[in-house]
């Protein structure tokens, strides 16, 4: 079964830093690329990212280029996101996702399946 | 402000069929034929159920179904039961710069 499990809650300062992972398991993690979809509280979804964990290749949103790192080890087939400096803005749901597609033009496959989320909490 | 624009809410009794709207641009949706939609009940992930404009994944009821017409993509449901009431949201690949975009969901109930 493909999976992707997502690491816990974070509650965080302002200002702190912060890495969350993504854990993928029953497929080839270096052939399909990663994504992670940002959702605020009672908002809708937002794309931040992806990357090809075979070679690293990442791609930012516009929205999110300079504001987190995406990053992978294949070695522990697991993908990570990560802030330097935490806003109280940056709470939300993340959620990792993969495309359903394996090696490709990146994010022309459909995300399938998704991590169970994790929600970041960033507050003084 | 979400890339694509989705109706807040629809709402329809059970055994109706609904039908969502998903509007784009020439960018995206009206580009390539790579929209999705995903389901998304309250505390959940969100869940594929429609790709490729109209394809199924397994396991996903025929009761979905999807469409294109220029820069507008549709979903329907038929036959609509009390566990389709959730978040519904298109996406579309949108170029090498952009790569994907959002709606910003249709929250459907079932009177």
């Known amino acids: 079964e493909v999976q992707l499990v997502q690491s816990g809650a974070e509650v965080k300062k302002p200002g702190e830093s912060l890495k969350i992972s993504c854990k993928g398991s029953g497929y080839s993690f270096t052939s399909y690329w990663i994504g992670w979809v940002r959702q605020m509280p009672g908002k809708g979804l937002e794309w931040m990212g992806i990357?090809?964990?075979?070679?690293?290749?990442?791609r930012y949103s516009p929205s999110f280029q300079g504001q987190v790192t995406i990053s992978a080890d294949k070695s522990i087939t697991t993908a990570y996101l990560q802030w330097s400096s935490l806003k109280a803005s940056d709470t939300a749901i993340y959620y990792c996702?993969?495309?359903?597609?394996?090696?490709?033009?990146?994010?022309?496959?459909?995300?399938?399946?998704w991590g169970q989320g994790t929600l970041v909490t960033v507050s003084s | 402000q979400s890339a694509l624009t989705q109706p807040a809410s629809v709402s329809g009794s059970p055994g109706q069929s609904i039908t969502f709207s998903c509007t784009g641009t020439?960018?995206?949706?009206?580009?390539?034929?790579?929209v999705s939609w995903y389901q998304q009940h309250p505390g959940k992930a969100p869940k594929l159920i429609i790709y490729?404009?109209?394809k199924r994944p397994s396991g996903v009821s025929n009761r979905f179904s999807g469409s294109k017409s220029g820069n507008t993509a549709s979903l329907t449901i038929s036959g609509l039961q009390a566990e389709d009431e959730a978040d519904y949201y298109c996406c579309s690949y949108a170029g090498s710069s952009t790569f994907v975009v959002f709606g910003a969901g249709t929250k459907l109930t079932v009177l």
């Open positions: 490729e404009g109209n």
């Open positions: 020439s960018n995206d949706v009206g580009s390539y034929n790579l």
């Open positions: 996702a993969r495309h359903a597609n394996p090696g490709g033009i990146a994010a022309q496959s459909p995300f399938d399946p």
């Open positions: 990357i090809y964990p075979g070679d690293s290749d990442t």
